[in-house]
């Protein structure tokens, strides 16, 4: 089993600038990719950024392409989401997530894990 906890989540004023961090424990040599997902009220859980565990590539959704940066730490088995210039419509739930297998994580059908979630509010 892997054990994903979340932090950093908060209120922000529209162009405003977060850090999510996700520290994973556990059978995390099954992990391979790792990333982040978000559930705003109503809405179905998307995509929002990956990272292979090895060879550090990474995708994101078109949504927050150029706004947020998915980085990690392989020491402290952790992955970040910087967030810059945040807006109303990235208010939601995020949730850490891991993968075992190598494919992109891209919907939430691919993931094997899951944190508890922070929650994350734009608003002025």
């Known amino acids: 089993q892997v054990q994903l906890v979340e932090s950093g989540g908060g209120l922000v004023q529209p162009g405003g600038s977060l850090r999510l961090s996700c520290a994973s424990s556990?059978?995390?040599?099954?992990?391979?990719?790792m990333g982040w997902y978000r559930q705003a009220p109503g809405k179905e859980r998307e995509f929002v950024s990956g990272?292979?565990?090895?060879?550090?590539?990474?995708n994101y959704a078109d949504s927050v392409k150029g706004r947020f940066t998915i980085s990690r730490d392989n020491a402290k088995n952790t992955v970040y989401l910087q967030m810059n210039t945040l807006k109303p419509e990235d208010t939601a739930v995020y949730y850490c997530?891991?993968?075992?297998?190598?494919?992109?994580?891209?919907?939430?059908?691919?993931?094997?894990?899951w944190g508890q979630g922070t929650q994350v509010t734009v608003s002025s």
């Open positions: 997530a891991a993968k075992r297998t190598l494919g992109r994580m891209t919907t939430a059908s691919d993931v094997d894990y």
């Open positions: 990272i292979k565990w090895g060879a550090g590539s990474t």
């Open positions: 556990g059978s995390i040599s099954s992990i391979n990719v």
